[in-house]
């Protein structure tokens, strides 16, 4: 089962790849990316923005060496913010 978080998330890249985040003070590195996938933001116009905003979507494994979670991180690049989008237990 999954729980939504939506909350923001100050994540480190490596060749556009997340490589680890933060999240509640914690630090979480990425071990393996088990999906990622782009989607558009249903809001853009043409009138209003040049180009077509994506959400990069990536669904990792992520924590320490013995306490591993799958989180699902997403970049907005009309924002370029990141956000914890979902936690599986």
Do not use: C, K
Not at 22 to 49: C, F, G, K, M
Not at 62 to 76: C, N
């Amino acid at each position: 089962m999954g729980h939504v978080y939506g909350v923001p998330v100050a994540v480190t890249e490596h060749e556009g790849r997340p490589v680890r985040f933060v999240w509640e003070h914690r630090v979480y590195n990425v071990r393996h990316i088990v999906d990622h996938w782009v989607t558009l933001r249903a809001d853009w116009s043409p009138e209003v923005q040049e180009h077509l905003p994506q959400r990069v979507h990536w669904r990792v494994e992520a924590g320490s060496s013995g306490a591993l979670g799958v989180y699902e991180l997403r970049h907005d690049s009309a924002t370029d913010r990141w956000l914890l989008a979902r936690v599986w237990d």
